[in-house]
């Protein structure tokens, strides 16, 4: 049986963030179980976080290609910034309420002009490179993720040279319905196109694997032939050496990128009254958000005289550090993207979340996905963004626990391990032999 399998990947160490994590993970279990992966990854990448700590999990065995890429974001970063007067991060262009004169003209040029993303110049040099890569190296197995769903098209490409390829794509989020399109004043003819495209993928890959039950029937209702669920998880070596300790103060922290599709505000509404109305708590109630936070969410906490003085923000930090953090926390905040198919966001941090043992609070569709994954483990609440009084009690309760020192640990079993994750992987790519 031929154990080599090509990974097209956008992210790969030293990127940042939790895009990279799901196929690092992978292919350091995947090299542990007598497999060879061989992982293609842009040379010069632009990305928002990166983290050189990741790089300890790239096994050294593992052969990585790196091929240069052309993308114009930094053309268009650096106009921004001098039309604007300001550097502008990328969480500051998922905008869904009122939008300045520049992020509608940025949005409408992303949508518009680059389908299906900004790396589709990188499509066809890559298929060119790739064809002659797989034959001379007699990989019959090729697995594309996206987002950027550009990859997908290099799948496609690379099997249609080479029809015995056997193809996988994964889907970490959706293509056509994701949420973050309509954030974007796509034309129809975009829209529709980016339907077709979607549509060959979902009909020429001989597998489409992806991440949250709901994204799995979302593409069986599109006509995918062949939809496999691999959730995202954790890596048990990660939290070997995790240890919770007593904190001074009682410590909610949320932990990665904050735009405005997951607004932390209704939270932040009921941690503001129970400042107000009880007075212990507004003495040992500490919030902290780690990693790229919008500027409006920035400017909504700045401008509440309660809750500038108890909420702090943290720019990115190396996922060793963010571990560390885990041990220090009293509550993990979740916030879940509030659109038409939020009830299918399951964020990757989730699986970490659940293995830091912390309580989850999360703020999203309390019937949704990640909700019941966090019910079935008994591991905090999920409630809707109107829910005030409910965040007002969950906090109160966990607040009173905290007091009382009797913190339960809810850390999860091996479910979600990355290791028992990557024998699903395994046995799907071994159902092709």
Known sequence: MNKRVLIITYYWPPSGGSGVQRWLKFVKYLSQQGWEPYVFTPENPHFAIQDISLLKDVPPQVEIIRFPIWEPYQTFNRLTSIFSGKKMQQVDFVVTGKKT???????????????????????????????????????DKIITTGPPHSLHLIGRGLKRKNTVLKWVADFRDPWSEWDLLDTLQLSRWARNRHKRMEQSVLQEADCVLTVTPYYERQFQQLGAKNVQL??????????????????????????????????????????????????????????????????????????????????????????????????STDVLLLVLAH???????????????????????????????????????????????NDQQGFKSAFLKSFTNWKLGTKPDLRVQTNYSRRVLTDRLIALLEAFD
């Not at 940025?106 to 499509?123: E, K, L, S, T, Y």
């Not at 109305?277 to 919008?294: I, K, L, M, P």
């Not at 830091?356 to 703020?363: F, R, V, Y």
Request: hydrophobic share 40%; net charge negative; aromatic share 10%.
């Open 339 to 385: 659109a038409a198919h939020a009830a299918g966001n399951i964020p990757g941090k989730l699986f970490e979340y659940l293995a830091s043992g912390n309580e989850i609070i999360g703020i999203g569709a309390s019937d949704g996905d990640a909700a019941t994954i966090i019910r079935n483990e008994g591991a905090g609440v999920v409630l809707e963004p």
């Open 230 to 327: 691999v959730t995202n998880g954790f890596d048990e070596d990660d939290f070997k050496s995790i240890q919770h300790q007593r904190t001074s103060k009682f410590t909610i922290r949320h932990i990665g990128g904050v735009d405005e599709l997951r607004d932390p505000r209704p939270a932040m509404r009921a941690i503001q009254e129970l400042c107000m109305q009880h007075t212990d708590f507004n003495t040992a109630v500490q919030v902290e958000f780690v990693g790229s936070v919008n500027a409006a969410f920035k400017g909504f906490v700045e401008q509440d005289t309660v809750l500038a003085r108890h909420v702090t923000f943290v720019h990115q930090l190396p996922h060793n550090e963010l571990l560390k953090l885990y041990g």
């Open 101 to 139: 004169l520049l992020q509608k003209f940025g949005m409408w040029v992303r949508g518009n002009f680059f389908i299906p993303d900004a790396r589709r110049f990188w499509i066809k040099p890559s298929v060119d490179y790739l064809n002659d890569f797989v034959q001379r190296n007699q990989i």
